[in-house]
Protein backbone atom coordinates (compact mmCIF):
# COMPACT_ATOMS: atom_id res chain seq x y z
CA UNK A 1 0.00 0.00 0.00
CA UNK A 2 1.15 3.40 -1.05
CA UNK A 3 1.74 6.05 1.75
CA UNK A 4 -0.75 9.11 1.24
CA UNK A 5 0.53 12.19 -0.48
CA UNK A 6 0.67 15.49 0.44
CA UNK A 7 -2.11 16.15 -2.06
CA UNK A 8 -4.02 13.39 -0.69
CA UNK A 9 -3.82 14.57 2.57
CA UNK A 10 -4.76 18.46 1.73
CA UNK A 11 -7.63 16.94 -0.33
CA UNK A 12 -8.66 15.23 2.42
CA UNK A 13 -8.10 18.15 4.61
CA UNK A 14 -10.24 20.89 2.43
CA UNK A 15 -12.80 18.10 2.03
CA UNK A 16 -13.52 17.67 5.90
CA UNK A 17 -13.27 21.34 6.22
CA UNK A 18 -15.81 21.73 3.74
CA UNK A 19 -17.93 19.13 4.89
CA UNK A 20 -17.59 21.20 8.81
CA UNK A 21 -18.95 24.13 7.64
CA UNK A 22 -22.01 22.38 5.82
CA UNK A 23 -22.86 20.90 8.82
CA UNK A 24 -22.45 24.06 10.55
CA UNK A 25 -24.60 26.12 8.01
CA UNK A 26 -27.47 23.14 8.56
CA UNK A 27 -28.42 23.57 12.15
CA UNK A 28 -27.18 27.58 12.27
CA UNK A 29 -30.77 29.35 13.78
CA UNK A 30 -28.68 32.63 14.66
CA UNK A 31 -26.07 34.82 13.00
CA UNK A 32 -22.51 35.37 15.23
CA UNK A 33 -20.30 37.56 13.61
CA UNK A 34 -17.64 35.01 15.22
CA UNK A 35 -19.09 31.86 13.47
CA UNK A 36 -19.33 33.88 9.98
CA UNK A 37 -15.87 35.02 10.74
CA UNK A 38 -14.71 30.98 10.92
CA UNK A 39 -16.77 30.84 8.37
CA UNK A 40 -15.18 33.08 5.58
CA UNK A 41 -11.57 32.03 6.70
CA UNK A 42 -12.11 28.24 6.32
CA UNK A 43 -13.27 29.22 2.40
CA UNK A 44 -10.65 31.59 2.02
CA UNK A 45 -7.95 28.91 3.09
CA UNK A 46 -9.40 26.44 1.00
CA UNK A 47 -7.52 27.55 -2.59
CA UNK A 48 -10.80 27.23 -4.37
CA UNK A 49 -11.52 28.62 -7.86
CA UNK A 50 -12.69 32.63 -7.79
CA UNK A 51 -16.08 31.24 -9.21
CA UNK A 52 -16.59 28.65 -6.16
CA UNK A 53 -15.52 31.19 -3.68
CA UNK A 54 -17.39 33.88 -4.93
CA UNK A 55 -20.75 31.52 -5.31
CA UNK A 56 -20.09 30.14 -1.66
CA UNK A 57 -19.40 33.49 -0.47
CA UNK A 58 -22.59 34.92 -1.97
CA UNK A 59 -24.73 32.03 -1.21
CA UNK A 60 -23.23 32.19 2.85
CA UNK A 61 -23.99 36.06 2.70
CA UNK A 62 -27.55 36.18 1.31
CA UNK A 63 -27.99 33.02 3.97
CA UNK A 64 -26.81 35.29 7.02
CA UNK A 65 -28.31 38.23 6.22
CA UNK A 66 -32.06 36.56 5.95
CA UNK A 67 -31.45 35.63 9.55
CA UNK A 68 -29.94 38.73 10.15
CA UNK A 69 -33.07 40.46 8.95
CA UNK A 70 -35.61 38.14 10.58
CA UNK A 71 -36.87 37.39 7.34
CA UNK A 72 -40.03 34.63 6.91
CA UNK A 73 -38.90 31.07 7.81
CA UNK A 74 -39.65 29.74 4.25
CA UNK A 75 -37.26 32.92 2.91
CA UNK A 76 -34.16 31.83 5.32
CA UNK A 77 -35.03 27.66 5.09
CA UNK A 78 -34.76 28.48 0.98
CA UNK A 79 -31.51 30.25 1.69
CA UNK A 80 -29.86 27.91 3.82
CA UNK A 81 -30.97 25.38 1.08
CA UNK A 82 -29.33 27.39 -1.14
CA UNK A 83 -26.01 27.89 0.63
CA UNK A 84 -25.96 24.18 1.04
CA UNK A 85 -26.46 23.15 -2.50
CA UNK A 86 -23.17 25.67 -3.29
CA UNK A 87 -21.10 23.97 -0.45
CA UNK A 88 -22.26 20.19 -1.51
CA UNK A 89 -21.48 21.21 -5.28
CA UNK A 90 -18.14 22.13 -4.23
CA UNK A 91 -17.63 19.24 -2.20
CA UNK A 92 -18.45 16.99 -5.03
CA UNK A 93 -15.99 18.85 -7.73
Given at each position: ????????????????????????????????A??????R???F???L????LS????????????????????V???R??????????????
Amino acid sequence: MLPATDDAKSSADRLAALDALRRRVAIQSSADAGEGVKARRVLFSLDLSAFDLSAALDALDNFERAIVEHDDRLVVAARRLRCLAVLDGIIRG
